[in-house]
């Protein structure tokens, strides 16, 4: 069967930066970052004290009272998130001629609702011996997929509608799986992405004890350097993206605009280790090949490449070495940078994020800087002769991007997006 082709038509998005797409890019572009001294909760006994956390976000602005008490965090960023989307794409403007039963809706996290787990785990631990009482909403609030089943709800899209879950690579595994239905003809359009709101106790204390986040209190902003001899662990952020996937020519038939056309998706694991990425990026090699497979693509074709680039030490070493091998020689053409520098990471949500950067990427020819790099910052084993974007975007025609995420577990996603052409 002849594949159908797909196209973005739709972006939201509820981030560090900025709570739409406009002001994220924008803040993304100028190389700002988003990390601050942690507001959730009180962190001043954690190793880490600061984090990437959304900012003037009011739910009371956003969803009436009974509703706030339906949805964790996660679940409202989802929804804001969503809710952008599908005005941004008009799918659902009064008058739009659409079939609801093939609009989906495939939303990830790779937590989900860890607030509310823990608010009411440690509700039993304080009055146990009273016996189990628990908020109705316990476990609709918290399961990693009941943002997309809100948002189903919320238009009455009957189409495909269920979560991902495979940790950081949960939403760039929820496009493919979007994309894949799409082409395969099973739905005319479906509303994807990822979102994340881990940044409390459990969330903090957990990676602080894998010693996986970065401690630099002293100076927030600058604690995400990837790429750089000095990264000492990741940024945590949250947040929501989410995108409207469509059929190339449902989207034509209703003079949709459109952003970009996704290319191709590739997914490998590195069945290496529980938390570690395999230290020659061979699952890392393997997805973006199989992406590129997919895409009918060839390295040369790529001008782009947002990397996973958590600012981990041995992470960044390993997807470097992976790019160098696909890539060859074309690796010195491209333009390679980890917007995690600013936003920091969203677990679950990233992928969506990074997907929505190579997207604005595709359609405005500028690509958005690595921050944080200094001279005389570089690692032995890293080869600074690729063009990491340090510190300053850089204009250039992009005509196709990729876009890394990986993550524990051993999960590998590779999303290709590239300028549309009739």
């Known amino acids: 069967m002849e594949l159908k082709r797909v196209v973005i038509t739709g972006l939201g998005a509820v981030t560090p930066l900025g709570n739409d797409?406009?002001?994220?890019?924008?803040?993304?572009?100028?190389?700002?970052?988003?990390?601050?001294?942690?507001?959730?909760?009180?962190?001043?006994?954690?190793?880490?004290?600061?984090?990437?956390?959304?900012?003037?976000f009011n739910?009371?602005?956003?969803?009436?009272?009974?509703?706030?008490?339906?949805?964790?965090?996660?679940?409202?960023?989802?929804?804001?998130?969503?809710?952008?989307?599908v005005a941004d794409s008009g799918i659902d403007a009064e008058g739009a001629d659409i079939n609801k039963n093939r609009v989906g809706v495939i939303v990830a996290a790779g937590i989900g609702g860890l607030h509310t787990f823990e608010e009411e785990a440690g509700y039993y631990a304080k009055n146990e011996e009273k016996g189990p009482k628990y908020n109705p909403f316990f476990i609709p609030k918290m399961i990693a997929d009941i943002a997309s089943g809100h948002i189903s709800m919320e238009y009455g899209y009957h189409g495909p509608n269920y979560g991902v879950v495979s940790a950081c690579a949960?939403?760039?595994?929820?496009i493919i799986d979007a994309f894949n239905l799409i082409r395969l003809g099973k739905a005319d359009a479906i509303i994807t992405?990822?979102?994340?709101?881990?940044?409390?106790?459990?969330?903090?204390?957990?990676?602080?004890?894998?010693?996986?986040?970065?401690?630099?209190?002293?100076?927030?902003?600058?604690?995400?350097?990837?790429?750089?001899?000095?990264?000492?662990?990741?940024?945590?952020?949250?947040?929501?993206?989410?995108?409207?996937?469509?059929?190339?020519?449902?989207?034509?038939?209703?003079g949709a605009k459109i952003y970009a056309e996704v290319a191709g998706g590739g997914m490998s694991a590195d069945a290496h280790h529980l938390t570690a990425t395999h230290p020659e990026g061979l699952g890392a090699i393997l997805s973006m090949r199989n992406a590129l497979e997919d895409a009918n693509m060839k390295p040369e074709d790529i001008d782009y490449i947002n990397v996973h680039g958590t600012s981990t030490p041995v992470g960044d070493i390993s997807e470097v070495k992976a790019i160098v091998e696909v890539f060859g020689d074309s690796a010195h053409k491209l333009n390679?940078?980890?917007?995690?520098?600013?936003?920091?990471?969203?677990?679950?949500?990233?992928?969506?994020?990074?997907?929505?950067f190579s997207v604005k990427a595709v359609q405005e020819d500028i690509v958005p800087p690595t921050i944080?790099?200094?001279?005389?910052?570089?690692?032995?084993?890293?080869?600074?002769?690729?063009?990491?974007?340090?510190?300053?975007?850089?204009?250039?025609?992009?005509?196709?991007?990729?876009?890394?995420?990986?993550?524990f577990g051993g999960h590998n996603a590779t999303v290709i997006v590239k300028k549309f052409r009739k």
């Open 193 to 254: 992405g990822g979102a994340e709101a881990a940044i409390y106790p459990a969330g903090v204390g957990g990676f602080n004890s894998m010693h996986a986040l970065s401690t630099r209190n002293d100076s927030p902003k600058t604690a995400s350097r990837p790429f750089s001899k000095s990264r000492d662990g990741f940024v945590m952020g949250e947040g929501s993206v989410v995108l409207v996937l469509e059929e190339l020519e449902h989207a034509l038939a209703r």
């Open 372 to 407: 944080n790099h200094e001279e005389g910052d570089e690692d032995e084993e890293i080869d600074y002769s690729l063009n990491f974007t340090f510190n300053r975007a850089q204009k250039r025609e992009v005509r196709a991007a990729l876009s890394n995420a990986f993550g």
């Open 336 to 356: 390679i940078s980890s917007t995690k520098s600013m936003t920091g990471h969203l677990l679950g949500a990233t992928g969506a994020l990074e997907a929505m």
């Open 59 to 85: 739910a009371d602005e956003h969803f009436d009272r009974r509703k706030v008490r339906q949805l964790d965090l996660y679940a409202q960023y989802a929804l804001v998130a969503a809710r952008q989307a």
């Open 21 to 56: 797409v406009a002001s994220t890019w924008e803040a993304a572009i100028n190389g700002e970052s988003g990390a601050a001294p942690i507001t959730h909760f009180d962190a001043s006994k954690f190793k880490t004290q600061f984090a990437c956390e959304v900012k003037n």
């Open 170 to 174: 949960s939403s760039n595994n929820a």
